[in-house]
């Protein structure tokens, strides 16, 4: 066969493959392979993909960035839900963190021991259930809340404690985990550190009771970020991104990922591990340069050497 003629029938089959492809709902080839897992959050790329949900799924995909956040999904309607979970599977994207509503007001401080308090909470994490198994998820975010100021750090942890046993005793049968996320918003927040968050983990003693590592909290709470991550690792479980200040995409603060990612790459690749990487934070320029600019970003923190 000439070459000219060879080369005419494979381009021929390639787009009859392609073709195929697209018929079948095939999801399409991204432009960027990441070595992480970068789970991006509706509204982040709808300058450039538009407001439907589902052709925001599509950009996403499209761009490399195979997982979703979505702190709302359990306020969203079953409908939606579903539409949004049958994509992702079409597309081969993975579901990460959704916020465990707990609803009423003050209903997430459980150090304070109150029933009433305990009771929403677990309510929330009975509706969790039912969210996930719709939308394919496993991990689910839990705060606290704030401190107890009347009561000793001692009895306040116990408290706590007692009432994530509970969350997790619920969680646990359905291979389901609430990520613990220690956050630097306000002084009053009883989770503050990750060392408070590990003690607190390994007194629930359960495979449904693990970390969120939220790189930007930390950064402002503690410092030390690959220092802390070594120290917590076994109970850690989901790691968040946010640069400092600002709390908006790597390269445009001070912490320097791509250290970071091939920090927990490579560790994770030795111990056979694998984690969601959330990309909670806001873009640092406007429209659709700005969204280019974060994918670059993650393009040039992702390119550790390996």
């Not at 392609?18 to 970068?38: E, H, Q, R, S, W």
């Not at 009432?163 to 291979?175: N, Q, S, T, V, W």
């Amino acid at each position: 066969m000439l070459r000219r003629n060879f080369v005419k029938s494979t381009l021929g089959l390639a787009g009859a493959a392609i073709a195929a492809g697209d018929a079948l709902g095939a999801a399409p080839m991204a432009k960027n392979k990441f070595k992480l897992k970068y789970a991006s959050h509706f509204g982040m790329f709808q300058n450039s993909a538009g407001k439907d949900l589902i052709d925001q799924l599509k950009f996403m995909a499209d761009q490399g960035f195979m997982a979703l956040e979505d702190n709302g999904m359990m306020g969203r309607p079953v409908e939606q839900q579903e539409a949004i979970a049958k994509e992702m599977s079409r597309l081969g994207m993975e579901m990460g963190v959704f916020v465990v509503d707990k609803g009423g007001n003050g209903a997430n401080t459980l150090a304070a021991g109150k029933q009433e308090y305990i009771d929403i909470f677990l309510n929330g994490c009975k509706k969790a259930v039912e969210v996930a198994k719709r939308v394919n998820a496993k991990w689910m975010t839990v705060v606290p809340g704030d401190f107890e100021r009347n009561l000793p750090i001692g009895v306040q942890t116990g408290n706590v404690i007692d009432a994530l046993r509970r969350g997790a005793e619920i969680l646990e049968p359905h291979g389901l985990v609430m990520v613990l996320e220690p956050l630097s918003d306000s002084p009053n927040l009883f989770l503050r550190t990750s060392d408070q968050t590990y003690e607190i983990c390994r007194g629930v003693n359960s495979k449904s009771c693990k970390i969120l590592y939220d790189i930007y909290h930390m950064q402002k709470n503690e410092g030390r970020l690959i220092y802390n991550i070594d120290r917590t690792w076994s109970e850690i479980d989901y790691f968040q991104i946010g640069d400092e200040p600002g709390r908006k995409e790597p390269t445009t603060g001070e912490i320097n990922y791509k250290n970071i990612f091939k920090y927990i790459y490579d560790r994770s690749k030795k111990e056979g591990k694998s984690f969601i990487m959330g990309m909670e934070h806001g873009n640092s320029k406007q429209g659709k340069e700005g969204e280019e600019a974060l994918i670059k970003a993650y393009v040039e923190s992702d390119s550790f050497a390996m």
